[in-house]
Structures are given as structure tokens and as C-alpha cells.
């Protein structure tokens, strides 16, 4: 027999969703695929599912009230059972947990345990809840939250509530949930080790270009596709140095990380460091010009009149230069950004820059480009063959980018 969760230790927190009753079906479909399994519940929780039930199923105590003076023997229980699990599954997961989650709040045992899982391990969330509750715009903004820090959310599933109603926040069956998480736990396994020993570049983020002393051209670049490169390159096993230009996203842990302001400040970090690099991946939205004369003050209005005109230098390409300087080991990763005929404009770029590969999204499309947490991306090998994606959070790109990266080498 196959067993696909042979010897993971899950930790499957149940909040307060009426689809908790599907919870001891899950435990005993984890079992089945030979986890060991603990629980942990909301107080609500137990109002729809009981302790004794899942305690049963589980062939382990539960968790319920952190003050519990059985949990207290060995102290810190919430710090031995996060280091203790291989993964962290929430399902179902009510609108308030979810909120709670986003804003780091420790109020129960659940969610001290979400607050003390190790960066590594992987949180998975399985939202269930009324169609309007989900679709709510403060719903939705906590799930982003979320996953900006790193959880992975599973949208619920469309059919009968338990109102009555028909929509989307039905919990997916216990078989489904099972597979969607072994699916996860094997891609990080085949990932995690596959760029140890090999050394990432990554270029994130705007560039700011000065006009005067307060003054610059910028662009609408968030920084968060090459932050969840970063990421996902680290989570490979590589060694990662980022170079971004500015933007507001905490520095990831065990990433180098380089700030700089304009292009020609990238341009010198990448010239200094590309060549000690098995990878570069160009993921930021480098200004093309930059002001010829930047004042050393403030420009005044009174001095310049109705019209202003600025004249503009060409800044150096950055990508085009790391392609006619690479050697024969290095491989490069560049970013299209086009507003109409993406795939051939992609594929002109890939060989005017000499990249071995280049993510492609729209300008101009919904749930694509700058600032927002989803994009939509067309991978393109080098000889031209491309791979359409569905709208996917950026952590999610990231994962598909370093996966074809991967397969670089
Ligand atoms: O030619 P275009 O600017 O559209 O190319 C986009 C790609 O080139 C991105 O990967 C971007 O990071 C990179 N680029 C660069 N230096 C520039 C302009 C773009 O590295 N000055």
C-alpha cells in the first residue's frame, strides 16, 4: 500500500465552522495515509465537534484551553508542539480565525500555536464559511495578509451550504484536503534541496531616479515578486543575494539583502557581484532613463516658469549587460512586462538580452504586474516553448519560476 503521508507528524487545527464536523473525517483520512496526527480546537470548535470524538480518532489528546493544567507539565507546550509537527493544517477555518491569524493575535491555543510554527513548516489553511463572509473584502484582505507571510491558503469549494444556500465556502472533502497537502509537502520535499551549493542574484523592486534634492521618477514596483524569488530560491537550498531598489518589505532571514536607489546604483551592486552567481533573475522594474542634470537642491517653481523640460539619459540595461557578460555555467532569468503581443514581444526580448528564460505578464490585465499579490505569468523557455498560468499568488509564481529554474541546471 501506498501511503503517502507515511511518518508526518500532522497538527490539524479545527475552528469554529459548522463543516467542523468533517474534521474527524479528515483525521482518520490522514491516519489512513499514515500520519500521526494531534488536534487542536477553538472553543467554538467544540461546539460543533467534540473533544472526545477527535481524541478517539486521533489516539492523542487534545488541545483545547492553553491554561489546561495537564498541558502545563513540561512548560512551553505550544513551543514543543510547533517544533514538534512536519506541517500545521487549519480546517475548517472560520472568518474570525482567519482574522485573527492575519493580525497575529494569541488568544486561544490554536492560535498561539499559528504564532509559534517555525518559518519552515508550512501553515495550511482551509477556509469554510457563508459565501458573503468569504467573498468579504476583509476576508479576502486577511487571507492576503496571510499569505504574505508565508501561509498557504486553500480557497474553499462552490455547492450546498449548510444554510441552504448555494456558493462558495464549502470545506473540500477530506480526501481532497489530504491530497492537496501531500501534493504540497512532496514539491517542497523534491524542491528543497535541489540549488543547495549554488548561488542566486535576484533584482527586486522600483528604481528611483533623482530630480532634485526631494524629487525622483519611480514606478509603481512593489518589490513582492522578487521578495517571493528570494524566498523560494532560499527554500531551495541556494544562497541568495537580493538587490532592490526601494520598496516597504521586511528583509527575508537568511537572504543577503543589498538596498539601492537608482539604476545605476543596481547596475554597480550587480556588476560587482554577477559573476560569482550560478543564477540571475531580473525581476526588477529598472527606469530605461534617468534625469541627465538631478539638482543638488530643490527646484523651484519660481525659477522654472508654466513649462518644465527635462531632458533624460538612457540608463545602462542591466539584463542585457549580464547576457553578453555571462559565462557558460551562469544562467539568466529576465521579466516581460508588455502591454499588448506578450508572447512575441517576450520572445524578441529573450534573444535581444540573451536570457535563458523570461516570465512574461501583462501591464495592463487584472490580478497582474506591480503592487497587487496575485500575477499572471507565461513562462517561456529559451527555445520559444511557453506555459500559460491561471492567476496565482506571487508566492506561487515564485514556486513555478524556481521550479523551471531548476531545471536549468
Ligand atoms: O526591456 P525591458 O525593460 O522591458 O526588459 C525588462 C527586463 O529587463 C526585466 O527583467 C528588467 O529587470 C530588466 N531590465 C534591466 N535593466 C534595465 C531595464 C530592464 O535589468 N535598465
Not at 540608463?315 to 539568466?332: F, V
Request: hydrophobic content about 40%; aromatic content about 8%.
Amino acid at each position: 500500500m501506498n501511503l503517502s503521508l507515511k511518518g508526518k507528524r500532522i497538527l490539524l487545527g479545527i475552528t469554529g465552522s459548522i463543516a467542523a464536523y468533517k474534521a474527524p473525517f479528515l483525521v482518520r483520512e490522514f491516519i489512513k495515509q499514515g500520519a500521526e496526527v494531534r488536534v487542536i480546537m477553538t472553543e467554538s470548535a467544540s461546539k460543533f465537534v467534540t473533544e472526545l470524538t477527535l481524541q478517539n480518532v486521533s489516539k492523542n489528546d487534545v488541545v483545547t484551553d492553553m491554561f489546561d493544567k495537564t498541558l502545563q507539565e513540561n512548560g512551553s507546550w505550544h513551543i514543543h508542539l510547533a517544533h514538534w509537527c512536519d506541517c500545521f493544517v487549519i480546517a475548517p477555518c472560520s472568518a474570525n480565525s482567519l482574522a485573527k491569524i492575519a493580525h497575529g493575535f494569541a488568544d486561544n491555543a490554536l492560535m498561539a500555536l499559528v504564532l509559534a510554527l517555525p518559518k519552515e513548516k508550512p501553515l495550511y489553511i482551509f477556509p469554510a464559511m457563508d459565501t458573503d463572509m468569504w467573498l468579504h473584502k476583509v476576508t479576502q484582505k486577511n487571507c492576503n495578509t496571510i499569505v504574505m507571510h508565508g501561509g498557504a491558503i486553500f480557497p474553499p469549494d462552490s455547492g450546498e451550504l449548510a444554510s441552504g444556500m448555494v456558493g462558495e465556502g464549502r470545506l473540500p472533502e477530506p480526501s481532497d484536503i489530504v491530497s492537496k497537502i501531500t501534493d504540497d509537502l512532496l514539491s517542497r520535499k523534491s524542491l528543497k534541496s535541489f540549488l543547495k551549493g549554488k548561488k542566486v542574484l535576484i533584482t527586486a523592486g522600483p528604481t528611483y531616479e533623482r530630480l532634485d534634492a526631494v524629487r525622483f521618477i519611480g514606478n509603481f514596483s512593489s518589490g513582492k515578486m522578487g521578495f517571493a524569488l528570494a524566498e523560494e530560491a532560499l527554500n531551495s537550498g541556494a544562497e541568495v543575494t537580493l538587490i532592490t531598489g526601494p520598496v516597504h518589505i521586511d528583509t527575508i532571514i537568511g537572504v543577503h539583502r543589498i538596498d539601492v536607489q537608482s539604476a545605476e546604483e543596481m547596475f554597480e551592486q550587480v556588476c560587482n557581484n554577477f559573476s560569482h552567481y550560478d543564477l540571475a533573475i531580473f525581476s526588477a522594474a529598472v527606469a530605461d532613463y534617468t534625469p541627465k542634470n538631478p539638482l543638488e537642491e530643490k527646484m523651484k517653481k519660481e525659477n522654472t516658469g508654466e513649462e518644465l523640460t527635462i531632458t533624460l539619459k538612457k540608463n545602462p540595461d542591466i539584463l542585457a549587460w549580464a547576457g553578453k557578460t555571462k559565462s557558460e555555467h551562469q544562467r539568466i532569468i529576465g521579466f516581460a512586462l508588455e502591454t499588448d503581443n506578450e508572447i512575441e514581444e517576450g520572445k524578441a526580448k529573450m534573444k535581444r538580452k540573451n536570457c535563458d528564460m523570461i516570465i512574461i505578464n501583462k501591464a495592463n490585465a487584472p490580478n497582474s504586474g506591480f503592487g497587487g499579490d496575485i500575477n499572471t505569468i507565461t513562462i517561456m523557455a529559451k527555445d520559444g516553448e511557453y506555459k500559460h498560468y491561471q492567476p496565482l499568488t506571487k508566492k506561487e509564481c515564485a514556486k513555478e519560476i524556481i521550479t523551471k529554474a531548476i531545471q536549468l541546471f
